[in-house]
C-alpha cells in the first residue's frame, strides 16, 4: 500500500460516508454541509486521477458556488426544519429496499462487465498519473475553442448562451413583484 | 493497484444514496441537494472511464466539465423557483406543492 492507495481509501470513505449522511441528516442545512464534504472528496478523486482541472473546476463551483448557494436558500426558506421521520416506516423501509436493490444490481453488472484498456486490453486500472494521461489547461483550452476535430466549440457556445440564460431566468423568476 | 471497479462501485453507493434521499425527503431542497449527488456520481463516472479506458482521449473529461457548467445552471434556477415559490405558499415540502401556477 503506497500513498497513492491509501490516500484512494481515504477519500472513498469520506465520499461514502458523507452521501449516507446527506440522505439520512435530520436537518436540511446539515445534509448540506455533508454533501459539501462528498463533493470535496469527489474533487479529490479527480486530483488522484491526475485530472487537476476538472478538480478546481469541481471545488470552485460545487463547493464554493453551489453549496453556498443550497445554504442561502435553506436558510431564506427557513426548510431546515425538515426531517426524515414526517415519512412513513414502510415509505422509507420501501426506499431502502429498492436503493438497495438497484445498487446490488449494479455492482452485480460492473463486476460482471469487463472494462479493457483500449491501449493495452487489459482490465482498467489506477496507476500514478503521467505526463501522457495529464490534460493541461493549454490542452483543455486548445480544445474548448477549436472547431476541428476534437473542438468542442459549439457546446461551449452553446453552454455559454445556456448560463446567460440561466441568470436571466433566475433574476426574472425569483424577482419581486 | 486501484481497479476501476473499485471507482465505479464508489460512485454507484453515492448515486443510490442520492436516489434513496430523492425517495424520501418532504423538501424540494433537500431532493436538490440529492439530484446534486446523483449528478456527482455519473461526473465521477465520465472521468474515470476517461482516465483508466481511454488515457489517449478526453471527451469524458469534456463531458465531466460541461456537465458539471449545466448543473450549475440547473440548481440556479431550481433554487430561483423554490424562492418564489415559498414567497407564495410559505412552504416548499413537496406535500404542499399542488398548485405551481399562480
Known sequence: MDAYNIMFVILAVMIALSSFATVLAKSVLRAAAYLFFALLGVAGMYFLL????????????????????????ILLTRGAKDKLSENTRTKIFASALLSLTGLGAFIYAIVKAKFLNSMFMTPGA???????????????????????????????????????????????????? | ???????????????????????????????????????NATDLNFAVFNRMLWQDGHEGYFFALFSIAITAAESAIAIAIMINVYRQLKDISVGKLEKMKF
Open chain 1, 50 to 73: 491526475g485530472y487537476t482541472f476538472l478538480g478546481s473546476v469541481q471545488v470552485m463551483v460545487y463547493c464554493g458556488g453551489i453549496v453556498v448557494l443550497y445554504v442561502f436558500a
Open chain 1, 126 to 177: 489506477l496507476t500514478a498519473p503521467t505526463e501522457g494521461s495529464m490534460i493541461s489547461i493549454n490542452n483543455v483550452g486548445q480544445h474548448m475553442l477549436s472547431t476541428g476535430e476534437n473542438g468542442y466549440l459549439l457546446p461551449f457556445e452553446a453552454v455559454s448562451v445556456l448560463l446567460l440564460a440561466c441568470i436571466v431566468a433566475a433574476l426574472v423568476i425569483a424577482r419581486k413583484r
Open chain 2, 1 to 39: 493497484m486501484i481497479q476501476l471497479n473499485y471507482i465505479l462501485i464508489l460512485s454507484a453507493v453515492m448515486m443510490f444514496a442520492g436516489i434513496f434521499g430523492f425517495l424520501t425527503r418532504r423538501s424540494t431542497l433537500a431532493i436538490l441537494l440529492s439530484i446534486e449527488l446523483m449528478l
